[in-house]
């Protein structure tokens, strides 16, 4: 089974500051998805990367999934309290649909 | 966009009973589902694959016949816990998948299970 290691597991900063969360593993994934969850709810899907080396933004948070598909980043510029929630990073074994998640990110922005 | 249904979103019970947990896709046939366990300040686990039709594939270390798992039809997958003692007590969710080739899963609200 592929590991995904993310880190750091715990973050808590001041509204404004910038972050990263970073995902990684010595498997390849065929792509790699970020979710943001709140407590007692089930995942909310982010984003999907499957390219090699490919960035996408959404609004204020950009993703990128490392030239080899074996890690990936989240940076979110600028927090915000209503960034504060669980982000996991999961990847998908090639050809299967399972996902395989990280240990998650507790992120924490206070105004 | 895709929904994912899941129900009962909290159970709490007494040790011996069994539990069924159903998960539904609302607006989209899933010809697989998944079905995770998440403990307090973990991560998802995968427990099962359910292939709709055929017998469910479980993980490493999962016991089949304490989680069952049917998936009779393209919308709904139902895991039952049999005869659950507190250990059990986790927050349950599921997932259905609209087919390989990337796309994304959509996962239901999770159902918190807490055995007495």
């Known amino acids: 089974t592929q590991l995904l290691e993310q880190s750091p597991q715990f973050l808590s900063i001041q509204e404004g500051e910038n972050l990263t969360v970073y995902c990684n593993s010595s498997?390849?994934?065929?792509?790699l998805q970020w979710y943001r969850q709140e407590p007692g709810e089930g995942p909310v899907l982010l984003v999907t990367?499957?390219?090699?080396?490919e960035v996408k933004k959404l609004k204020r948070l950009t993703f990128q999934f490392g030239d080899a598909r074996k890690d990936s980043s989240l940076h979110i510029t600028a927090a915000q309290p209503g960034d504060t929630g669980l982000y996991l990073c999961?990847?998908?074994?090639?050809?299967?649909?399972?996902?395989?998640f990280g240990k998650g990110t507790k992120l924490t922005v206070n105004p | 966009g895709a929904v994912v249904s899941q129900h009962p979103s909290w159970v709490i019970c007494k040790s011996g009973t069994s539990v069924k947990i159903e998960c539904r896709s609302l607006?989209?046939?899933?010809?697989?589902m998944f079905w995770y366990r998440q403990f307090p300040k973990q991560s998802l686990m995968l427990m099962a694959t359910?292939?709709?039709?055929?017998?469910?594939?479980?993980e490493q270390g999962v016991e089949k016949d304490k989680f069952l798992i049917n998936h009779a039809s393209l919308t709904l997958s139902t895991l039952t816990v049999t005869s659950a003692h507190p250990e059990d007590s986790s927050f349950y969710i599921c997932?259905?998948?609209?087919?390989?080739?990337?796309?994304?899963?959509?996962f239901g609200d999770g159902t918190r299970l807490s055995i007495l």
């Open positions: 997932s259905a998948g609209q087919g390989a080739g990337n796309q994304p899963q959509h």
């Open positions: 359910s292939n709709e039709g055929s017998k469910a594939t479980y």
């Open positions: 999961a990847g998908e074994e090639g050809g299967s649909e399972k996902l395989v």
């Open positions: 498997s390849v994934f065929s792509s």
């Open positions: 607006d989209f046939q899933a010809t697989t």
């Open positions: 990367v499957v390219t090699g080396g």
